[in-house]
């Protein structure tokens, strides 16, 4: 058990460097089943990928039955009668995720959303407004989550993103969920920290630095600058003086678009039928494209795959030269990428779209021969798609072949 933070003694040295934390959702998939769901609390409970093909989320309890991350749900089914398993609903994860993020924001001016259960807050001079150390700035935002969201959040806090992250690993070990990482403790907290608990740091990097002796975050920044710029660049300089303290990487709450968006399940039976796969990619286009819409952006990269019975995937991709939200323009050229990848004589298992390339509606450019009256008529069909959902729910409007489920 890590030690409980009983004074705030290290908030002295942090008084004039600036303060963040990051705010991590616990087991966030599993906490927003339970939130609308509150019978499931206290219980082992999984959230499964696709139509239950693997663990991607976990309860506490569940962890205590041995359920481990990533485990194939053929492994569970008959050892863990005692756990209840979920398939994942992505949209209503996103929608919890959000009403977290607006209860970020009413605290700082300045949240960096991460990914969908993180969130740097920037806490920086927020004592005098709040009257209060930035540990318990820090529990009344815990505590607000909990009350307005009902979805458990640790707490990291230090004066970089790199050392609130390690603060927040910690956290999770604590009952009362947040880790102060202040500059008296910062050299301590690094010698007992490992390479691979680094942020940032994946198989190769670890294994380049263990191949150099260097086993801890402590003999990390032991090394010279030169020698890290050598090694691994600009990273390396950032990385050791974030862990050192300092902010490299300020919080910004500027909007980010995502690297890509994908929409992936298993099918309800293993297939060669090509309609059969084709209802399937429509249904992963409309969600992709649901969620463009909503981050006001078009793509011009567009991506299938397809595993089969026997686990292979077969991909293919596209880039458009005018970008677009629309899920009749994006579904013509997902089927021309299907007929390519298509064989008869194959069983399938799951398909997939990916959309990327992304660019804010206000910064496409219009194509020289572009039909500005068809290209209104495109928008004025997809914002009657997301208004009749909006109003009648997910799915009301739906293309495809055949009236099977996918």
């Known amino acids: 058990m890590l030690e409980k933070i009983t004074n705030i003694s290290d908030n002295v040295g942090m008084a004039r460097k600036n303060v963040i934390a990051l705010v991590d959702c616990d087991s966030f998939f599993v906490s927003c089943e339970q939130a609308v769901n509150p019978e499931l609390k206290s219980k082992p409970v999984c959230v499964m990928s696709g139509r239950g093909q693997c663990v991607i989320s976990r309860s506490k309890e569940a962890k205590k039955l041995g359920i481990r991350m990533g485990m194939p749900y053929f492994q569970i089914e008959g050892q863990m009668k005692k756990a209840t398993f979920i398939n994942a609903n992505h949209d209503l994860y996103a929608e919890i995720s959000s009403k977290v993020m607006e209860v970020l924001k009413s605290f700082s001016p300045k949240v960096e959303i991460y990914s969908i259960d993180e969130a740097f807050v920037d806490l920086t001079g927020l004592e005098r407004l709040y009257k209060r150390n930035y540990l318990e700035i820090a529990q009344m935002i815990r505590q607000e989550v909990k009350e307005k969201v009902d979805i458990p959040v640790s707490i990291g806090l230090s004066s970089s993103k790199s050392l609130a992250k390690l603060a927040s690993d910690k956290a999770k070990k604590l009952e009362e969920g947040v880790f102060l990482i202040g500059s008296r403790k910062i050299i301590p907290v690094l010698e007992k920290t490992s390479i691979d608990e680094i942020w940032g740091i994946g198989k190769n990097l670890s294994s380049l630095f263990r191949k150099n002796g260097i086993l801890t975050a402590y003999e990390l920044v032991q090394q010279d600058d030169l020698w890290l710029d050598k090694q691994i660049g600009i990273r390396g300089l950032e990385m050791k003086h974030e862990l050192l303290g300092e902010m490299v990487s300020p919080v910004s709450n500027e909007e980010k678009l995502p690297k890509s968006i994908q929409k992936t399940s298993a099918l309800a039976k293993f297939t060669s039928d090509k309609n059969y796969l084709k209802n399937s990619l429509n249904y992963h286009i409309h969600r992709a494209c649901v969620k463009l ?42 089927f021309e990428l299907l007929e390519k990848m298509y064989n008869p004589n194959i069983l399938y298992r799951s398909t997939g779209v990916i959309l990327d390339s992304f660019v804010f509606n206000n910064e496409v450019q219009m194509s020289l021969f572009a039909n500005s009256d068809l290209d209104e008529k495109k928008s004025k069909l997809a914002k009657c798609f997301d208004n009749l959902e909006e109003r009648f729910g997910k799915d009301i409007i739906q293309t495809g072949f055949i009236k099977k489920d996918v």
Do not use: M, P, Q, W
């Open 293 to 334: 819409r909503n981050i006001n952006a078009k793509c011009h990269g567009i991506s299938i795959f397809l595993r089969t019975k026997d686990f292979k995937v077969y991909s293919e991709k596209k880039l458009l030269n005018t970008a677009t939200d629309f899920e009749l323009e994006i579904s013509s050229v997902v």
